[in-house]
C-alpha cells in the first residue's frame, strides 16, 4: 500500500533532493509558498520557497518499494523516523495540503491572502496617517498601492509602502 513519507533534506538542498528523488522514479512532493518578505531596505519582495524547508514528501508503497536509494541520495538526508522506523503521513494532511496548492505553479499562494479589492476600506497602520481608514484602489508597482484618504472632506490619492496598510 503506498503512503507518504517524510524525508529530512540536507540544509538549502530541498530543490536538489527533490530533483533527484524523482530522477530515480519516487514521486514525491516539495509544496512551496509564495509570500510576500520585507526587505532590509524596506518595502517586501514577493518570494518562493519551501513550505517546509529541508523537508519533502515522497510517496512509497511499504512492501514492493526498494527505499535504500533514498539515503543515499544527494540532497537527502533520510527518511523521518520516530523510535527507528519511518512513520507514514495521515492522508487527511496530505490531502489538505495538495488541495491548496495551485495547479499551474505547485504553490500555495499567501500573496492572495493579502490582495485587496478596489474600493475595500483599509486602515493605515504607520507614518503619518496612522489610525485613519481610506480605500483602496489600486496597486502600484509590487510594493506600493494608491489609497484614497478623506482629508478635511476632501478626496486625497495617496502613494504607500504596502506594509503601511491592513484591511479595516
Not at 47 to 75: C, K, M, Q
Request: glycine residues 8%; proline residues 5%.
Amino acid at each position: 500500500m503506498k503512503r507518504w513519507y517524510a524525508a529530512l533534506c540536507k540544509p538549502l538542498q530541498d530543490a536538489r533532493a527533490e530533483y533527484n528523488l524523482c530522477n530515480q522514479g519516487y514521486h514525491v512532493l516539495r509544496p512551496l509558498v509564495r509570500t510576500r518578505k520585507r526587505r532590509r531596505q524596506g518595502g517586501t519582495k514577493t518570494v518562493t520557497e519551501s513550505l517546509f524547508p529541508r523537508y519533502l514528501f515522497i510517496h512509497l508503497d511499504d512492501l514492493n518499494e526498494n527505499w535504500a536509494p533514498i539515503r543515499s541520495t544527494l540532497g537527502v538526508s533520510g527518511l523521518v523516523r520516530f523510535g527507528g522506523r519511518a512513520v507514514p503521513v495521515p492522508d487527511t494532511i496530505m490531502q489538505g495540503m495538495q488541495l491548496r496548492l495551485d495547479r499551474e505553479s505547485g504553490c500555495i499562494d499567501l500573496t492572495r491572502d493579502t490582495d485587496y479589492r478596489t474600493n475595500q476600506p483599509v486602515r493605515i497602520t504607520s507614518g503619518p496617517f496612522a489610525g485613519h481608514d481610506a480605500l483602496f484602489l489600486a496597486r502600484s508597482g509590487e510594493e506600493r498601492v494608491i489609497v484614497l484618504l478623506d482629508i478635511m472632506q476632501q478626496a486625497q490619492r495617496l502613494k504607500l509602502p504596502e506594509q503601511m496598510i491592513a484591511s479595516a
